[in-house]
């Protein structure tokens, strides 16, 4: 039996007892539920109009005497017609059930429902669920199975403009009452009588409009357009859906009349298994009015998936159909069995607006790999228990399958032990995202037992305070979720295992030690033995579930007048550079200056991790509050006015990518950065017309490094990002397996640069190392060279720049070239690749430059391989391994115990790669970083 279901049979029996009421805490003592979850299902029956309250300090809660027939209306309206009502909407018994049986209720309520508000987004599905909530009432509201009851759709934009015309329509009118008016009208009112008036785009009913409802509304009753003395009943439920901010767009006269508010999430909100099943319902539309069946390849769903959709909901149809007219183009042109979705097909533009994130679903990653054939039947993505709150954390399960995976593979006891051992780490860093994620998961207390709940909680807080981290909601959820699953595996009698308990109880010490003061009090609330293999489960939580505090970053604000300029400018930096730390807050022109500084105090203090947040604001009263917010909040607060694009990205990129110590010397530096970017525009355009226009050659620069892909592409980005002046770039990369000399002989373009990890000595063309793009020095040096009309020669970096430590140096700048492995795992383990490098191949005595590409290189080979993008093996990989037998397996072990350490592991063709970089290799280009 569902929660409220016991709370409502409990209130029934609670009812004969003659007693005026029950307090939430009361009802939570009772049901042995959490107080909150008392609280707020009581306070949903309310709204439902299933109980009445009374009384203040404590609120006492009655159901009411009608709720029989209550109930035994919705048993009729879910059953009738075998088919359950909302069941065709996506979700229902997901991620929007609450909404769902929110609009059941508006519904149910007797004579004719409550007066409902739909919100959301442009494409959320507004009118789908209006038309759900209608083809509900029929089967609730009608008497008799002839004919279905009313639903009249109006869409207020169209008469915005002109009250008297929205009366007619609305009201209707009688002969005379205007010009033309030569015989009574029923208006839109007297046709939805006894059933649904559907009211879109609400928010265009000017504020007289809103007005004229009130009567209808409070009483039931208008009168026609030119009637004085007869008053007409109406009897009708009225449905608005907008996709504006109420608070701004309707009186609060007329919100304050309207008693049930629906609001639907964004499909980025969405669950990943839901978004999947969306996609394939639009593809089964289109295989149904096709004919035939049609393939979708495992990258386009994934595509779709993470595809951040500007219109929602609406948006991806147009897309998913376009897609499949451009599939059918060549379909038609060959003799296929089905319908085939591939990559290529995919608007161009998705590309940009896609977000990468981890899944933990075992199905959608299946069909991610795999992809799926859609027939004109086939069957959504069943939703798992596991799924309803996007929490998929079982290592029980996943240690149970990987070792009986092994054993069928016949493998040793010892090597089987390994391996669980790396996969176990594997699976808690792909579940890092999920536990230090901001936005907390939303999972009902009781669904953990309450003793499990306290457990987490003094974990939780006892490790935050011996191990000075912080930890998100997130990690305390799952944490009590995977106790949860602990006690009832426990209880069945099942073992636990974990086979890094050894490296666990070493490497992580402390946080052990935690978990094992807490194991009393632990088996005493859970009435089970905890061994020490579940201790080491608990320890991992801790440790990677966690941020430390001196890992914190400057917050980011982006505040603009109007509707959606600031959210959008957020949404395409975040997505620019690979994060969602950026927030922001819009400010509609109707609100007071007042409003606005209370909700940017409440944010401020939200977002702050310690080290201050900087509001880039457009215009208006803001760019004077600095001191005031600073004051208010307790906060460093720093104000950053003439919000643009390019001064948002620059803000991003200082905060998030560099260490910040001093809050002042960012803002000072992202000025600086900006200034100089408008200075150069400002110059293009003062001498620009001045001078004979002349055709420009382009600038070419080659990007050099062992592969001619990982750091080359993050060299590009860097240079792009630090050089945006210096007009009419292109790139070449090279690899070290390609005759470079005979590469710029046959290209048609003069190549004015050449920037890499190893300098391949062609005359007459200056050479800059990569580790020079990290230095203010090296930037301002690539830009002359770039900007001179005459050959120039680099000199290498400067003392003072060679005194700075060059590792040092590397960390701050890893950030450019690594975009999903932790930054301080990473610098750690690149640096002892480092060494262990120089030691086995440069007798300990490896250049500056050489340092610097094989740091990089490392770094850009292990974000492939957690990515699953490691390089393949070249042609020439049996050859490098033949003839530098020795120096291939010693460099492998290097790798792969670096490797581990991330728990990755590296693939031959990246060691391949690896090893042509080194003296001896394929290329003699390479060796210890000299020209030919």
Known sequence: MARIDKIIQFLKEYKKTNKPGISAQKLALELAIQRCDASLELNRLFKEGVVTKTGTRPVLYQIKENIEEINTKTQACNNKNGKTPFAEIIGYDGSIKAQIELAKAAIIYPPYGLHTLILGESGVGKNLLAEEMWAYANQCWKKEEKNEIPFVQFCCADYAANEQLLLAQLFGYVKGAFTGAEEDRNGIVERAQGGILFLDEIHRLPPTGQELLFMLIDKGIYRRLGETQERRKGQLMIIGATSEDVSSSLLMTFRRRIPVQISLPRISERPIRERVNIIVHFVRQEARRLGISIFIEGKVLEIFANYHCPANIGELRNDVLLCCAKSYLEYSTASEQYLQLREKNIPQRIFSLVTRQSVLDTAVNKLFKEGILIKADSLLLQSEQDNVHDFHIDFYKYIDRKMEYYRQLGISAEEITIKARQDLEKYFSSIDQILRKTNSVDMPASIIEAPVWEIANALVNDAAECLVR???????????????????????????????LTNIKQKHSPAFKIAEKHKESMEKKLGTIIPEDELGFLTMFLIHGGEDYGQAHAGIVVVAHGRGVAQHMAELANNLLGMDRIKYYEIPLNRSNMQTVEDLRTIIKKIDEGLGVVLIVDMGFLVTMEDTLCQETGVQVRVIPNLTTALLLEAGRRLFTTNVNNLDDAVKAIYDAYDDYTMTIRQRHQYGKLANVEKVEPKVVLLVCATGQGVA?????????????????????????????????????????IIGSFNPGIPDIPFVPAGELFSHDGIKKIKSILQSSQPARYELASESQAAKSIYKLLEEQLGKFIKRLPLYKVADVCKELVEKISGAFFQ???????????????????????????????????????????????????????????????????????????????????KAGQKQ
Not at 725 to 747: C, G, H, P, Y
């Open 470 to 500: 912080s930890y998100s909601k997130n990690t305390l959820v799952a944490l009590a979720w995977h106790l949860q699953q602990f006690k009832e595996r426990s209880a069945s009698g099942r073992s636990i295992y974990n086979p890094d």
């Open 713 to 753: 592409k993050k060299m590009q980005e860097i240079l792009v990002a630090e050089i945006p002046e210096v007009s009419n770039l292109q790139f070449k990369m090279a690899s070290a397996a390609e005759d470079i000399q005979a590469m710029l002989q046959t290209t048609e373009l003069k190549v004015n640069l």
């Open 844 to 926: 300990g005595a490896m250049e500056q430059d050489v340092i610097i590409r094989t740091y990089l290189h490392a770094a850009c080979m292990f974000d492939r391989a957690y990515a699953q993008e490691a390089l393949l093996e070249p042609q020439w990989s049996r050859e490098i391994q033949t003839e530098r037998e020795q120096d291939f397996k010693c460099l492998e072990k290097i790798i792969q115990e670096s490797a581990a350490q991330l728990s990755l592991e590296v693939s031959v063709g990246e060691v391949c790669y690896f090893l042509s970089s080194f003296p001896g290799g394929k290329n003699t280009n390479l």
